[in-house]
């Protein structure tokens, strides 16, 4: 009961913490053309302290991860649920990187590829069965892209900051971003879906470990790491570890002696792979904006539970346009970061499509009074202003 009571008032205090910064935001920053993008980075900033919660005000947790720092994993939010233990936290769709200590929600790809499979978790920690994880995953998973949709990519993801403090230094250095071609940029976007079926495929495969018989990889190691084979080329995870790695939270040399093969090549925390591709993505999310969101699984998976299908109708963040008022002026285009190119080309009505990030940068930037809006559940809260004519 008393520890109930302690959650409530952390979760409030965190709440009132967060509305105020958002409100002093909103009031002394008085460019109309800044004023969502300050507030944006404010909320992503917070929302990486929530979700990584644990390091602020751990260590507590389960016993079984103190080998990994002071700061356990899986705090106790999400901890128990159906009357039993839940130790791998809560599902959200954003990058909390499951091998990241003191994360208090666990990232859905991981959870997907874990629960698909028979081996995983028969060991008595794990009285939820894995039927039941599945389900409050995929549930978690809908619930929340309904309700949010990629607006967790725009303000909420841990990696969406990394990618945006990275433009932030290329524009303080007065490096022109690269574009991408439409053809590419679309193509990327499709690539997505074929990403997470093949990986959710191959977890799914390799965790039968044998299919009639024939066996499809061994209980070695070799075998355990890659079972979860999205996290093996995962650019977030080695972000995460590194950060907290570096600010002593957790135990770098434990982490590498959790690899196998030549430089490391695979294993559960650090590996070779793993590093080599946080290099790339850095590099590319340097010059060309939210590169990794453009191909992102994570991304695309909400977006199926948001922008297709029935979803699309009952999502409840909406980017609207009225298309009398536009001008065809391109700007935004221009400012669109993963480059989206149907605001500006489509008629009026809902814009919102799968590869929008729902961070309303071109609704900030649009020049016309009421041209483009954020609409949530059908009402309007946002719209774009005429800061042209403030400026003059
Ligand atoms: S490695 Fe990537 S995909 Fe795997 S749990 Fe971490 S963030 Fe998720
Ligand atoms: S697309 Fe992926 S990396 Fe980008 S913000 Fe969304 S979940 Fe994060
Ligand atoms: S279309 Fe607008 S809201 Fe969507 S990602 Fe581009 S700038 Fe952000």
Redesign the pocket.
Known sequence: MLEIIAETLRATIAVALILAGSLAILIWVRNNTRKLSALRLFIQIAAVAVIFLGLIIGPFGLERWSYLGTAPKDITIGKEILGRPYPDGLTVP??SCYYASGRTATCVIWQLQSYLFPNYGTSSIYLTTGLERLAIAVGLLVVISVIFGRF??GWI?P??LYMDLLTRLRKALKIRHWTLSDRVNEGLRQARYLIIAAFLILSFLLGMRAIAGVELISESELGRYLEIPFCQICPAKPLFVLVEGALGFMDVDYMLSQTIGDFALTGWYLTSINIVILGVVTVGSFMIR?L??RI?P??GLIALFSRFGPFKKISLIKLTKVEEKCTKCGICKRVCPPQVTEVYEDKGGDVTVSSC?LCFRCVEMCPYEGCLNVEFAGKPIYKSKNWLNEEE
């Open positions: 954003t990058f967790l990519c993801c990696f969406g939210r990794w969101c992102c994570l991304g990030i």
